[in-house]
């Protein structure tokens, strides 16, 4: 009975018989990335039983959690088909104006940490603006903007950043809330808001428009420039957060603080899936890549690599990920399972 | 029966989510014409891939002359004597004609390149061969026209094919093809089979024998062509019977309200033109390639900046500087360019949100999008293109042809603009989704909006404006009403030799 309801339905319908896959490319990438991490904390035992303990983990979380700041801004920035080279320089001048500027008391923190954000965003807003309506390529654009961030740093500094940061930001990186590093609890609330403006709100719908196809989105009638310009904008202000959240951390600023952040930055956002061409990603995989390759750097860390084996490493990882984590391997992986299904 | 060069049994294939074949059978006897039919979509564009060596197939058997044929590139398949006319032109642009027909054996030695005399003296006996008198084997590709450039990519196909060749829209830039029909029946000749895909039913019934009929990536039939009608050919294509295929279009009513109004608009190749478009009304444009047909389009459209002249809208002076403005601009004006591909569509996105983006924030709340409400949004409107619902889940990037063409319908039908600035916009798809449009042209209209559409095809244009203008040379030559619309008329104002130089109004 039920089976001459269906063949009645499909012969009146004339319905088209080719069928969609239900898990998407994306989805495949989040699960292996995260399950990657989480392998390699589990394995990471066998060398030492400190590791692979609660405690690791929250550590991992901790640290990674500056990645995953700046790394939300290169994400936008790469979403729009360009490249963000100046955040060492704004993670330094958000550190180094934290240290300068709160000069280690809690007094008009209400009116300087929207200083301190505004200084790095009005970076960001002239990096944009040369990409956007100059037409200077990106990488040229924000590497000169960078260079010229980080001498000011160093004009200002006279060389040596001097100062400290707020108590009450020191004491907020270094607390813990209910045994748990608060900080903890910030990365979180991020990595929610984060993904929700990237792939839920208007504006991350926009900006994955005109990464997609600048062209067709100006035809559209999108004011293409305008969103370009923000994009390097919130890059350059999570950049400006993740140095006022490092001067908070280290108590202090030093010139090189972002330096160790450019390319990860960079690598977390392509390892967790997003298109380095622009136009395609999503927050959740860059997370994924932001502990991925934290938890990385910990492990080497622990071992007691020499700096240079360590880097080699790690770029040997980034390396291995971007050709593991293909559209096109996966796309095979569900053939194989799709077909067992 | 003739032998069969190419034989082809449930090929399928799937890309990412989206499958494009389930199941073509077909055999191609040698030395025959064979035609394959289908709406886009039907999987013709992938099955000339998966025989040319571009993409492979999932499943399914292919055999070539009798022997097992599975080519993993295009050179692998030139070497079994299959090569291809590709629609999307594969030709280097900035190199010469002589060494894209020699590619990719420019050189006959493995590592110096061949003199460049030898080039165009092998180059030319090949142009000379396939009876091309008027392309010099030493232009620039770049510098050619496209329908030259269409002619350049047949022969180095033609040059190539000892077994099979395939033609994919071979006449989609070819004024004539009776140059093209020729070097066909000398290449059959020989005993070389050739696969033949286009729209157009009157070339396929003048050059082919048989015909395969896909539809939904389903072979239907294999048919004599001489033994069915067109009808039938139609209802095999879309699995049903074919509509009236146009209605009387309506002319405006005297009194209709001026919804676009260009004085004196000078750009790019436009010299001082003038035009109204009334509410009520499609009118169509007619125009040689390059006439400065584009450069007006964009213009009206905001994606080019005029040099010069007064532009109304809704009764309101507008600076049309960008497609935003041009939207915003009095009642508004909607552009669908040529580019599908390149300016019109985001192929990562839902077409629901390609659809919606306009009018984002009715598919948001508190700035959040919903998938839901986006799915709604743009529901009625793909229902005025027939676009069907299941379709809005899917990535545009993944749908034919015609229903990205839909979609980018769709999405300027969404912005509420009472004026439609469309550039050919049934060039390439197939008579079901044409009748889609043109129906969609008609509502429009008649819900008091104007059309402004440019055509390459002269039936289009007679068929659907309520009057046409010819331009030539950057300037309109003729207006010519509805009543006195030929086919034969619209093309002599169109090379200029209009008896009256009759401005529009």
């Known amino acids: 009975m039920q089976n001459d309801n269906a063949m009645t339905n499909a012969g009146a319908e004339q319905e088209d018989k080719r069928t969609t896959a239900k898990v998407s490319g994306e989805f495949v990438t989040i699960v292996a990335i995260f399950g990657l991490t989480i392998a390699m904390i589990l394995a990471s035992r066998a060398i030492s039983p400190s590791f692979g303990s609660w405690s690791q983990v929250e550590t991992i979380l901790y640290l990674s959690s500056f990645l995953v700041f700046c790394a939300f801004g290169q994400g936008l920035v790469i979403l729009v088909r360009g490249l963000d080279l100046s955040i060492a320089s704004v993670i330094t001048l958000g550190g180094v104006l934290t240290a300068s500027l709160m000069n280690g008391s809690n007094e008009g923190l209400i009116y300087l940490v929207p200083m301190i954000l505004g200084a790095c965003v009005i970076v960001g807003v002239v990096s944009g603006i040369g990409v956007a309506y100059l037409r200077v390529p990106p990488f040229i654009m924000t590497m000169a903007v960078g260079l010229i961030v980080y001498s000011l740093c160093l004009g200002f500094t006279r060389g040596t950043p001097r100062g400290y940061p707020a108590p009450l930001l020191s004491d907020f990186m270094q607390g813990k809330f209910l045994g748990v590093p608060a900080p903890v609890y910030l990365l979180l609330v991020f990595v929610v808001f984060g993904t929700v403006l990237q792939s839920y709100s208007a504006f991350g719908r926009k900006l994955n428009a005109v990464g997609n196809n600048p062209l067709a989105a100006y035809i559209a009638g999108l004011p293409s420039g305008l969103l370009i310009v923000s994009a390097y904008a919130v890059s350059a202000l999570c950049a400006g957060f993740t140095g006022m959240m490092l001067a908070g951390y280290a108590s202090g600023a030093t010139l090189r603080m972002g330096d160790s952040y450019l390319l990860p930055s960079i690598a977390a956002v392509v390892v967790g899936g997003s298109s380095i061409l622009g136009g395609q990603g999503n927050f959740v995989g860059t997370v994924g890549g932001a502990l991925l390759l934290t938890t990385l750097a910990t492990i080497l860390t622990a071992l007691g690599i020499e700096q240079g084996w360590k880097t080699i490493m790690e770029g040997g990882v980034i390396l291995l990920a971007l050709i593991a984590l293909r559209e096109q391997s996966f796309a095979f992986l569900r053939d194989v399972f799709g077909k067992r299904g | ?505």
């Open chain 2, 1 to 505: 029966m003739r032998e069969g060069v190419l034989q082809t049994s449930a090929l399928s294939k799937r890309y990412g989510a989206t499958v494009a074949l389930s199941d073509v059978s077909l055999t191609i006897a040698q030395g025959e014409v064979h035609a394959i039919l289908g709406e886009n979509g039907a999987g013709k564009s992938t099955l000339v891939k998966i025989l040319s060596g571009v993409v492979r197939s999932n499943s399914g058997g292919m055999t070539l002359a009798g022997e097992a044929y599975d080519p993993h590139s295009i050179s692998r398949a030139r070497e079994r004597g299959v090569a291809t006319a590709f629609q999307e032109l594969s030709l280097i642009p900035n190199m010469t004609v002589g060494e894209n027909l020699l590619l990719p054996r420019a050189s006959r030695r493995s590592f110096w390149p061949d003199s460049r005399s030898s080039i165009l003296h092998r180059s030319a006996d090949v142009l000379r061969e396939w009876q091309v008198a008027d392309i010099a084997p030493d232009a620039i590709v770049e510098d050619l026209s496209l329908a030259e450039r269409q002619r350049v990519e047949i022969t180095r196909a033609l040059s190539h094919a000892s077994r099979l060749l395939i033609l994919d829209e071979p006449t989609a830039a070819l004024p004539d093809p009776e140059w093209l029909f020729e070097q066909i029946r000398r290449l059959t000749a020989r005993g070389v089979a050739v696969m033949y895909i286009s729209h157009r039913l009157g070339e396929v019934r003048e050059i082919c024998e048989r015909a395969t009929v896909l539809r939904n990536g389903q072979t239907i039939d294999t048919v004599d062509l001489s033994g069915v009608d067109d009808d039938g050919i139609f209802a095999m294509m879309v699995g049903r019977s074919p509509d009236s295929a146009f209605s009387e279009p309506v002319a405006a009513r005297p009194d209709a309200e001026v919804i676009v109004d260009v004085r004196g608009l000078s750009v790019g190749k436009v010299r001082s033109l003038d035009l109204s478009l009334k509410a009520g009304e499609i009118v169509g444009l007619a125009a040689l390639e390059g006439q400065g047909q584009q450069d007006l389009f964009r213009a009206l459209g905001g994606a080019a900046r005029p040099g010069d002249g007064k532009i109304t809208v809704g009764g309101q002076a507008a600076t049309l500087g960008s497609p935003r403005r041009a939207l915003r601009a009095g009642a508004g004006i909607a552009f669908v360019p040529e580019e599908r591909k390149t300016e019109g569509i985001f192929a990562n996105l839902t077409a629901a949100s390609n659809i919606a983006l306009p009018e984002i924030s009715r598919a948001s709340h508190a700035g959040i999008v919903y998938a839901g409400l986006e799915k709604n949004v743009s529901r009625e409107v793909a229902s005025k293109v027939a676009l069907s619902p299941r379709y809005l889940g899917f990535n545009v990037g993944s749908l034919s042809g015609g229903n990205q063409q839909k979609v980018l319908l769709a999405r300027a039908l969404i912005t509420g603009a009472k004026c439609l600035v469309l550039f050919d916009p049934a060039r390439g798809v197939d008579v079901g989704t044409k009748q889609s449009i043109y129906a969609m042209m008609r509502d429009f209209v008649a819900g008091g909006g104007t059309i402004l559409f440019y055509s390459s095809e002269l039936s289009e244009l007679v068929h659907l404006s309520s009057r046409c203008l010819v331009m030539y040379g950057g300037r309109l030559v003729a207006d010519v009403a509805r009543e006195e619309l030929t086919e034969e008329r619209l093309l002599a104002a169109a090379h200029g030799h209009s008896h009256e130089m009759k401005v529009a109004v």
